[in-house]
Nanobody
Framework: QVHLVESGGGLVQVGGSLRLSCTAS????????MGWYRQAPGKQRELVAT???????NYADSVKGRFTISRDNAKNTVNLQMNSLKPEDSALYYC?????????????WGQGTRVTVSS
């Protein structure tokens, strides 16, 4: 099993910045990618950014140029630097890890951390 613990959420004004962090524990040797997703009330959970073990990144168009995902494989940590925050960025942000278990790809999710951008 892979367990994820998140931190860094909070309240910030429009144009401000936040840095989210997520640390994985457990069977971290089987992790193949990590990322961040978010869900606002009444909306589907959506991808924000992901990063593979090789360092390949993928961003949602809505955050590209403002958010940066980074990962320290040795420390089993993934971070999300969020700049130029907008009200539409307000959501519950979830850390995600994809890993291999019994030969199958599995997903692990953090508990979520709240980000609120006030105008």
């Amino acid at each position: 099993q892979v367990h994820l613990v998140e931190s860094g959420g909070g309240l910030v004004q429009v144009g401000g910045s936040l840095r989210l962090s997520c640390t994985a524990s457990g069977s971290t040797g089987n992790v193949i990618s990590m990322g961040w997703y978010r869900q606002a009330p009444g909306k589907q959970r959506e991808l924000v950014a992901t990063v593979t073990n090789a360092g390949d990144t993928n961003y949602a168009d809505s955050v590209k140029g403002r958010f940066t995902i980074s990962r320290d494989n040795a420390k089993n940590t993934v971070n999300l630097q969020m700049n130029s925050l907008k009200p539409e960025d307000s959501a519950l942000y979830y850390c995600n890890a994809q890993y291999i278990r019994f030969g199958w790809q599995q997903d692990s999710w953090g508990q979520g951390t709240r980000v609120t951008v006030s105008s």
